[in-house]
């Protein structure tokens, strides 16, 4: 038998991929976490009210989901309800890392297959008009900031943000921050809109040279997202049949009941299934799951997709296209938003401390992250993360076999192989911090 | 186009076990795309290999397995000056609190999986296996931080301590009895944090941040580990130091905030910044911490 391993990169974290080969059929294929972060383990018999301090560790890209996650988990346990103007500073946090990140995976991870290149920063010296890639670079890293930008706005700091609090948030946000942020995003909105159009032109020319948009069979979809426009910030989880017909809607306490979850020899990050059934989170999950945008530009691009690929679209690259959909309506979401009143009243509620077992959500660029925390004494006594790069793998491992099979055969191995691998896993956008937390 | 950039400097970046905030961080920084070339960084080159010619290596992430140890090493053979991005490599950051027999024990029984690197008991600083040249603490630094490691460490203008540049005044007749709750209660603008009754460590914390956490009202943590004049002795020192702020300004019990200092998990990131001092290693020289 022929194992075939290939590295990873411009993913977040340390994964592999190993392809297993015998006479000419691919009999297996592997997404293998090579790393393994541990938190679940060491945050046991930490106080209860730093997780919202020490989770954002967990992933320096997704750490404003596990922020928000955690201190939602905690007044879930706490019994308290935060005022609606820190919901909105919420979302706002939570729209800056859809902007960045969606930014980053557009730009910095799967644009350099667009056009041949190893990097966005080697964009310049690959093959094509050097002065079109350059200008290419610099706009894509301008749109990421803004995300970095809108972060720090809403949450204090850039990376690992502190401003969301057990009972609402530290404060609300001044008139002139305010301006000063939407400029910049009234700015940058046109320039994230051709850049996607540009991104959306490349990927058609490269179905056009690869001949495929990837593993279109159906799957389940997965996200807490709402019918007729994105939420972030949502108690609800949506479950998406193969066929379009929603099967189920829960509370994240009861996600026992609807996902199964199972450990792997070969990996340090475990699997989810639907039941025993495939199924996929993130971009194209919530798209397959919303009738609209409802913000105005990012519907015509929703139409567009809906309009090329029908509804609900399977192939595993129209991800990428609706992460440029999310990032357009993430601009626009955030520009209505802070043209409000962001001081209208007090930002938090006091809280007491309190015994007892909590769950938070948040959609995260990934998918649905749940905490779950039992408190005893103020200390955490289990911490579980329900993490949505683990409800992809099956998904990218079914991914990884029609890719296999495409190019594997009796005679030989297709160099593109190692390409298409690249491709799919990225199309997911897995975060491996995240998944072996 | 293609020549001129081949001339400027060489960096790699090594990212071990981490969270990858650090590099985020350094892309946040895109000003060093027109001062260097990057020749290997996973997380946005799809570069394989850290190329001969390379000579500035930046390390993040802590040593978790062995994978880490033969990586960083060899990286660091190549390279003719070694960076320490971030807590997790400089004293084995948010990662330290597996350092507990009762974690550890649950963690090690992950680490035999087939095929996989094999973890190693606890979460190791970098310096522990190669030498470093520059330590750049930060969970994670800060883009300006970053652009002063690459490109001009001495003439960073940083100030000594966090509290320089946090700006909220201190009060003498505003003196709490207790320590409020990590997250609790209404913070006060403009009025220092340790006056509102927050275990805050800004007062002996290394500046250089900007106060980022501070500012915005939340209580400083430590990430940059302690400040010059306490970098090169026990840790106690610092404890005491810090004690010795609260007791100037505020009337909690000096039990409560030594209980607080002292609690592995009460004080999180004092507690990884410990391992400065940490065993038979000579103290980082504060010249070579930025």
Same mark, same amino acid.
């Given at each position: 038998?022929?194992?075939?391993?290939?590295?990873?990169?411009?993913?977040?974290?340390?994964?592999?991929?190993?392809?297993?080969?015998?006479?000419?059929?691919?009999?297996?294929?592997?997404?293998?976490?090579?790393?393994?972060?541990?938190?679940?383990?060491?945050?046991?018999?930490?106080?209860?009210?730093?997780?919202?301090?020490?989770?954002? /560790?967990?992933?320096?890209?997704?750490?404003?989901?596990?922020?928000?996650?955690?201190?939602?988990?905690?007044?879930?346990?706490?019994?308290?309800?935060?005022?609606?103007?820190?919901?909105?500073?919420?979302?706002?946090?939570?729209?800056?890392?859809?902007?960045?990140?969606?930014?980053?995976?557009?730009?910095?991870?799967?644009?350099?297959? &667009?056009?041949?290149?190893?990097?966005?920063?080697?964009?310049?010296?690959? +093959?094509?008009?050097?002065?079109?890639?350059?200008?290419?670079?610099?706009?894509?890293?301008?749109? /990421?900031?803004?995300?970095?930008?809108?972060?720090?706005?809403?949450?204090?700091?850039?990376?690992?943000?502190?401003?969301?609090?057990?009972?609402?948030?530290?404060?609300?946000?001044?008139?002139?921050?305010?301006?000063?942020?939407?400029?910049?995003?009234?700015?940058?909105?046109?320039?994230?809109?051709?850049?996607?159009?540009?991104?959306?032109?490349?990927?058609?020319?490269?179905?056009?040279?690869?001949?495929?948009?990837?593993?279109?069979?159906?799957?389940?979809?997965?996200?807490?997202?709402?019918?007729? &426009?994105?939420?972030?910030?949502?108690?609800?989880?949506?479950?998406?049949?193969?066929?379009?017909?929603?099967?189920?809607?829960?509370?994240?306490?009861?996600? &026992?009941?609807?996902?199964?979850?199972?450990?792997?020899?070969?990996?340090?990050?475990?699997?989810?299934?639907?039941?025993?059934?495939?199924?996929?989170?993130?971009?194209?999950?919530?798209?397959?799951?919303?009738?609209?945008?409802?913000?105005?530009?990012?519907?015509?691009?929703?139409?567009?997709?809906?309009?090329?690929?029908?509804?609900?679209?399977?192939?595993?690259?129209?991800?990428?296209?609706?992460?440029?959909?999310?990032?357009?309506?993430?601009?626009?979401?955030?520009?209505?938003?802070?043209?409000?009143?962001?001081?209208?009243?007090?930002?938090?509620?006091?809280?007491?401390?309190?015994?007892?077992?909590?769950?938070?959500?948040?959609?995260?660029?990934?998918?649905?992250?749940?905490?779950?925390?039992?408190?005893?004494?103020?200390?955490?006594?289990?911490?579980?993360?329900?993490?949505?790069?683990?409800?992809?793998?099956?998904?990218?491992?079914?991914?990884?076999?029609?890719?296999? +099979? /495409?190019?594997?055969?009796?005679?030989?191995?297709?160099?593109?192989? +190692?390409?298409?691998?690249?491709?799919?896993?990225?199309?997911?956008?897995?975060?491996?911090?995240?998944?072996?937390? | 186009?293609?020549?001129?950039?081949?001339?400027?400097?060489?960096?790699?970046?090594?990212?071990?076990?981490? *969270?990858?905030?650090?590099?985020? =961080?350094?892309?946040?920084?895109?000003?060093?795309?027109?001062?260097?070339?990057?020749?290997?960084?996973?997380?946005?080159?799809?570069?394989?290999?850290?190329?001969?010619?390379?000579?500035?290596?930046?390390?993040?992430?802590?040593?978790?397995?062995?994978?880490?140890?033969?990586?960083?090493?060899?990286?660091?053979?190549?390279?003719?000056?070694?960076? %320490?991005?971030?807590?997790?490599?400089?004293?084995?950051?948010?990662?330290?609190?597996?350092?507990?027999?009762?974690?550890?024990?649950?963690?090690? =029984?992950?680490?035999?999986?087939?095929?996989?690197?094999?973890?190693?008991?606890?979460?190791?600083?970098?310096?522990?296996?190669?030498?470093?040249?520059?330590?750049?603490? #930060?969970?994670?630094?800060?883009?300006?931080?970053?652009?002063?490691?690459?490109?001009?460490?001495?003439?960073?203008?940083?100030?000594?301590?966090?509290?320089?540049? *946090?700006?909220?005044?201190?009060?003498?007749?505003?003196?709490?009895?207790?320590?409020? #709750?990590?997250?609790? #209660?209404?913070?006060?603008?403009?009025? *220092?944090?340790?006056?509102?009754?927050?275990?805050?460590?800004?007062?002996?914390?290394?500046?250089?941040?900007? %106060?980022?956490?501070?500012?915005?009202?939340?209580?400083?943590? #430590?990430?940059?580990?302690?400040?010059? %004049?306490?970098?090169?002795?026990?840790?106690?020192?610092?404890?005491?130091?810090?004690?010795?702020?609260?007791?100037?300004?505020?009337?909690?019990?000096?039990?409560?905030?030594?209980?607080?200092?002292?609690?592995?998990?009460?004080?999180?990131?004092?507690?990884?910044?410990?391992?400065?001092?940490?065993?038979?290693?000579?103290?980082?020289?504060?010249?070579?911490?930025?």
């Amino acid at each position: 038998m022929t194992t075939l391993r290939f590295p990873l990169s411009r993913i977040e974290g340390h994964a592999r991929v190993e392809i297993e080969v015998q006479d000419g059929q691919v009999v297996a294929a592997q997404f293998q976490a090579i790393e393994m972060r541990g938190f679940r383990y060491f945050v046991q018999g930490t106080p209860a009210e730093q997780m919202p301090v020490i989770t954002p /560790r967990i992933c320096g890209v997704c750490s404003t989901a596990h922020h928000v996650a955690s201190v939602k988990a905690l007044e879930d346990i706490f019994e308290v309800e935060p005022p609606d103007l820190a919901k909105e500073i919420r979302e706002l946090l939570l729209l800056g890392q859809l902007i960045q990140n969606q930014a980053t995976s557009l730009f910095i991870f799967t644009m350099p297959d &667009r056009v041949g290149a190893s990097s966005i920063f080697q964009m310049d010296e690959s +093959e094509a008009d050097p002065e079109k890639q350059l200008g290419l670079a610099q706009r894509s890293l301008k749109v /990421r900031q803004v995300g970095t930008h809108l972060i720090t706005l809403a949450g204090g700091q850039f990376i690992h943000p502190i401003k969301a609090i057990i009972g609402g948030v530290t404060s609300g946000i001044e008139r002139k921050d305010a301006d000063k942020m939407l400029a910049e995003l009234e700015e940058l909105l046109p320039v994230a809109c051709t850049l996607f159009d540009e991104y959306w032109d490349m990927s058609m020319a490269m179905k056009e040279r690869i001949g495929t948009w990837g593993d279109d069979q159906p799957a389940f979809y997965i996200a807490s997202t709402g019918t007729t &426009r994105p939420q972030l910030n949502s108690n609800t989880i949506r479950v998406l049949g193969p066929d379009g017909v929603e099967r189920a809607s829960f509370a994240p306490h009861h996600f &026992r009941d609807y996902l199964d979850y199972q450990e792997t020899e070969y990996s340090y990050a475990g699997q989810t299934s639907y039941q025993g059934e495939v199924m996929r989170a993130n971009s194209l999950a919530r798209i397959n799951l919303a009738l609209s945008m409802g913000t105005p530009l990012a519907d015509e691009y929703l139409d567009k997709l809906t309009h090329t690929f029908g509804k609900p679209a399977h192939p595993i690259l129209l991800f990428d296209l609706c992460r440029g959909i999310e990032l357009v309506y993430a601009f626009e979401r955030a520009i209505e938003m802070l043209s409000k009143d962001l001081l209208y009243e007090d930002t938090s509620v006091p809280y007491s401390l309190k015994d007892g077992e909590g769950y938070g959500l948040v959609e995260a660029p990934r998918g649905p992250l749940i905490h779950h925390y039992t408190v005893k004494d103020g200390l955490i006594e289990d911490a579980e993360f329900i993490i949505p790069t683990v409800h992809n793998m099956l998904a990218i491992e079914r991914a990884l076999k029609v890719a296999g +099979e /495409r190019y594997v055969s009796g005679e030989a191995i297709d160099l593109e192989l +190692e390409k298409a691998v690249g491709r799919v896993v990225r199309a997911f956008d897995p975060c491996i911090a995240c998944a072996t937390q | 186009m293609t020549s001129q950039k081949q001339t400027l400097p060489r960096f790699a970046v090594l990212q071990l076990s981490g *969270c990858a905030g650090c590099e985020v =961080a350094l892309i946040n920084a895109s000003e060093w795309v027109e001062k260097y070339q990057l020749v290997y960084m996973p997380l946005v080159t799809s570069t394989h290999r850290i190329p001969a010619d390379t000579e500035i290596l930046l390390v993040s992430g802590g040593v978790r397995n062995d994978e880490d140890v033969y990586n960083l090493k060899r990286a660091a053979e190549i390279v003719d000056k070694v960076i %320490a991005v971030g807590t997790c490599a400089i004293s084995g950051g948010v990662a330290n609190l597996g350092d507990r027999d009762e974690v550890r024990e649950l963690f090690m =029984a992950q680490s035999n999986r087939h095929h996989l690197p094999h973890l190693l008991p606890k979460s190791h600083p970098i310096d522990t296996f190669v030498d470093v040249d520059l330590y750049l603490p #930060g969970c994670p630094p800060t883009p300006e931080l970053f652009m002063a490691a690459l490109t001009d460490p001495e003439g960073f203008d940083g100030s000594s301590i966090v509290c320089i540049e *946090c700006g909220r005044k201190k009060l003498k007749d505003m003196r709490p009895r207790h320590l409020l #709750g990590f997250q609790q #209660g209404e913070v006060l603008p403009d009025i *220092c944090l340790i006056n509102q009754g927050y275990l805050c460590l800004g007062s002996s914390t290394r500046g250089g941040c900007r %106060a980022i956490c501070t500012r915005p009202g939340h209580p400083c943590v #430590g990430c940059r580990g302690p400040s010059d %004049a306490y970098i090169e002795k026990p840790s106690q020192v610092w404890f005491d130091r810090v004690q010795k702020v609260f007791e100037r300004l505020t009337d909690i019990p000096p039990e409560e905030i030594h209980e607080a200092l002292h609690s592995p998990q009460l004080s999180l990131f004092v507690f990884q910044f410990t391992d400065y001092m940490n065993g038979d290693r000579p103290p980082r020289p504060k010249e070579k911490i930025l």
